[in-house]
């Protein structure tokens, strides 16, 4: 029975790599204590891309300089994780070892949708990407030095980083739902 399951998970897993387009990832690598607070949380993440869509949770732990991000699936099992301290090379490992699905992409997310502003602004800055927030409803987006925007992540209650959050990418042609899940700081 576990050989089966295991192999359902893996063609998921690949799947799900192989559908993603693969342009350059950000080269951004943010400290996790710019966060400026320890979050942990754990969330369903909804991904759509060329009209299906893929379920799994995402469990992000960053306390000081410390950063942890696992991927599981539905039925709980570790797809994959990221970690790193400081600015250390992220260690990524991964139950599909020919994923060419690079984790950068998921760090980007991660900074776009919990660090602050500022830090967002000056970093992004640093490597050639306009970064803007509007005032009113907190979405976030982030342009390419040729003006074309790259992601945009919006949330359905601004100031509540525990609401859902919708995160658009235009160069992945991907969509990402991150439902409320049990954020604690």
């Known amino acids: ?31 996790p204590s710019t966060l400026g607070r320890g979050l ?5 993440v909804h991904i759509e891309i060329d009209g299906k869509t893929y379920s799994s949770q995402f469990a ?14 539905p039925f709980g099992l570790v797809l994959s994780q990221i970690e790193y301290v400081g600015l250390e090379e992220p260690r990524v490992t991964s139950i599909d070892k020919g994923s060419a699905f690079d984790p950068r992409f ?30 009113r409803d907190g979405t976030r987006k982030a342009f390419a030095a040729d003006g074309n925007i790259i992601a ?4 359905v209650s601004p100031n509540a980083v525990d609401e859902k959050v919708i995160i658009r ?15 604690t700081s």
């Open 40 to 44: 942990s949380t754990i969330r369903t």
């Open 169 to 183: 990418h235009y160069d992945l042609q991907y969509v990402i739902s991150i439902l409320p899940g049990g954020e």
């Open 60 to 73: 992000i732990e960053i306390y000081g300089n410390r950063l942890a991000i696992v991927n599981l699936s």
């Open 1 to 31: 029975m576990r050989t089966p399951l295991l192999l359902l998970i893996s063609l998921y897993v690949t799947s799900c790599a192989i559908l993603f387009p693969q342009p350059s990832a950000p080269e951004l690598l943010l400290e």
């Open 106 to 135: 998921i760090l980007f997310d991660i900074y776009m949708t919990y660090w602050p502003e500022q830090t967002l602004r000056q970093n992004l800055a640093e490597i050639g990407i306009r970064f803007d927030q509007n005032s």
């Open 152 to 155: 945009e992540v919006s949330f």
